[in-house]
């Protein structure tokens, strides 16, 4: 799973965070009180920028139901060397880990206006009825956090894509004698590497053919057909 800021388009998560600002922009009113509004302006803009100082560890590891879709092979691959692998979803959902998630990518704007306010106004107006500031920034920032990597653009909507997303520690709290069980890669790309070796063998993996214009000059369809996979 790679790190947020290091996806194919890197732009994809400001685009969650400009949705999110947006929505701030809307719960906030006149009537709102300067010592909220000034935080919350604050997060809006912090937010917005996605600069990585104020980025979460977020990982992201990316799947499509349409395995077939041609739109979704030339935006994605180099032909004639890309071929797809098919894991069960049901298998990625059972075994989710304690501090990630299997989630579907949300791309109508308004399935996202409703996720997006139903979630925030909820914090946005224990602010305004006088809750503490200081608890209720937090839980603010962590609705925020657990909803932007399942917010794209509708350009996209043709991949319906799923996603495992690998969230930081603070948003998941482990009991304390347990440690998460993935290793981060801290390169030019970090990413995560989920611990899935004494599972896969015993789950159904598709090996499909990728764009090429016919099987047998992909070269790694050809390997597995060799090996009769």
């Given amino acids: 799973a790679t790190h947020c800021l290091y996806l194919e388009d890197p732009s994809e998560f ?9 929505a701030l922009e ?13 935080p919350v302006v604050a997060l809006q803009r912090l937010i917005s920028s996605a600069r990585p100082i104020v980025t979460p560890d977020l990982y992201v590891c990316c799947f499509t139901t349409q395995g077939d879709n041609p739109n979704v092979w030339r935006r994605h691959t180099r032909p004639p060397d890309a071929f797809s692998i098919g894991i069960g979803g049901g298998f990625l959902f059972v075994h989710s880990l304690e501090n990630w998630q299997l989630r579907r990518c949300v791309y109508q704007e308004p399935m996202q206006h409703d996720l997006v306010h139903t979630v925030l106004k909820a914090r946005v107006d224990q602010l305004k009825t006088g809750d503490d500031l200081r608890r209720v920034l937090p839980a603010l920032t962590h609705e925020i956090v657990g909803l932007a990597p399942i917010l794209k653009r509708r350009d996209f909507e043709d991949e319906d894509e799923w996603r495992i997303i690998h969230y930081p520690s603070w948003f998941v709290r482990h009991p304390e004698d347990h440690e998460p069980d993935v ?8 990413y995560i590497v989920f611990p899935f070796d004494g599972l896969l063998p015993r789950v159904p993996i598709i090996l499909g053919p990728g764009p090429a214009p016919r099987p047998d000059e992909n070269q790694v369809i050809a390997m597995a057909a060799a090996s009769r996979i």
């Fill in 14 to 22: 400001r685009f969650a965070g400009e949705v999110m600002r947006g």
């Fill in 26 to 38: 809307q719960l906030m009113d006149e009537e709102t009180a300067p010592a909220i509004r000034d």
């Fill in 183 to 190: 290793h981060i890669a801290r390169k030019a790309y970090p």
